[in-house]
């Protein structure tokens, strides 16, 4: 019996760890990579009348995914086919057979953390903005143009205190190898100013510069916030924290009222995980900048000590409550 699917690979620290608390919660599990379709598969779905039937094998792995309670949408990788005689064949073989394995998938009735779907859409940066000003939440000055003087009379309204970042999630991974991998996020200095033009070849995002003490992340599963305060100030990551992981960092408790924020902006992407990036004030104030629906949490685990990997498992194996229902 399969209650819970893992879409991820087994040497993933994440995925280990909530199979190490699912085995400790006696529920049973399957871990799958969307790649493992390769080396031959059999499907037997039988849809209409007055059954409902799904088998699945994949070499010893064998699923009925009708007792499949919950699903760990996590990294479950790319559809890869063997080598075909023409180059169509093979992509006409990788689109059925994603459409289908995909497609059944998002059919069933069971809990996704998180849907695809929902996660594609949490990923548009300007939509989370949007968001998460409608819910209350305090924003960046945020500028978004094609228009270089646009820019400069932002950088000027903001006293030369502005950053740029992406706006695709991915967009990053169209870097040659021989560049960084991911771009962070980077100061607009006055030095920048004469290379402007370039802004009018696709939009360009600008913010301005929070005047920061802290960065706080907070890791959403289901139900239950795990706050976590950085001390980016002290270490190489004072604009992008990811900069530096050595910085202190601690549990830290979130207000009432930025908890009732996030799960009502989880529930306008009808997710049941996520991560938070905020900036903390001197005084005390939150300013929203981003929600991964993705965002790795191990390291998170390690240092504060806070029981994540054990809630992912509680929350998948039934024993803690979803944010989003089922049907999300």
């Not at 064949?89 to 059919?107: F, P, V």
Request: glycine share 6%; aromatic share 8%.
């Amino acid at each position: 019996m399969t209650r819970v699917l893992i879409l991820s690979s087994t040497q993933d620290l994440h995925a280990m760890e909530v199979m190490k608390n699912l085995d400790s919660l006696s529920c049973p599990y399957t871990v799958l990579r969307f790649e493992e379709f390769r080396s031959g598969f059999k499907l037997r779905h039988i849809i209409g009348g007055q059954h409902r039937k799904t088998d699945l094998e994949i070499g010893e792995k064998k699923v009925d995914l009708q007792e499949v309670k919950s699903i760990w949408h996590r990294r479950p990788g790319l559809f890869i086919v063997p080598t075909t005689p023409e180059p169509y064949i093979g992509q006409m073989i990788e689109l059925e057979t994603r459409d289908s394995i995909s497609g059944i998938l998002n059919s069933l009735s069971c809990l996704w953390v998180n849907r695809p779907l929902n996660d594609t859409q949490t990923m548009r940066k300007l939509l989370q903005l949007e968001y998460a000003k409608q819910v209350g939440m305090e924003v960046p000055l945020t500028l978004v143009t094609t228009d270089p003087e646009s820019v400069e009379k932002f950088f000027d309204e903001c006293d030369g205190q502005v950053i740029y970042k992406l706006i695709g999630e991915t967009t990053g991974q169209f870097l040659p190898r021989s560049e960084i991998i991911g771009i962070p996020t980077l100061p607009l200095r006055k030095s920048d100013l004469k290379h402007l033009k370039q802004v009018a070849h696709a939009p360009h995002l600008f913010q301005k510069m929070i005047a920061k003490v802290f960065d706080v992340r907070v890791t959403v599963i289901g139900k239950k916030l795990f706050g976590c305060r950085i001390h980016s100030q002290s270490g190489r990551g004072t604009i992008d924290w990811r900069g530096d992981y050595s910085v202190d960092m601690q549990p830290v408790d979130i207000s009432n009222v930025l908890q009732e924020q996030i799960f009502s902006l989880m529930k306008r992407f009808r997710l049941n995980y996520a991560a938070f990036d905020f900036c903390e004030l001197a005084d005390g104030q939150m300013v929203f900048i981003e929600v991964n629906s993705a965002g790795q949490y191990i390291w998170m685990e390690e240092r504060t000590k806070q029981p994540l990997s054990l809630e992912m498992a509680k929350l998948l194996a039934g024993e803690s409550e979803p944010l989003c229902a089922q049907t999300d």
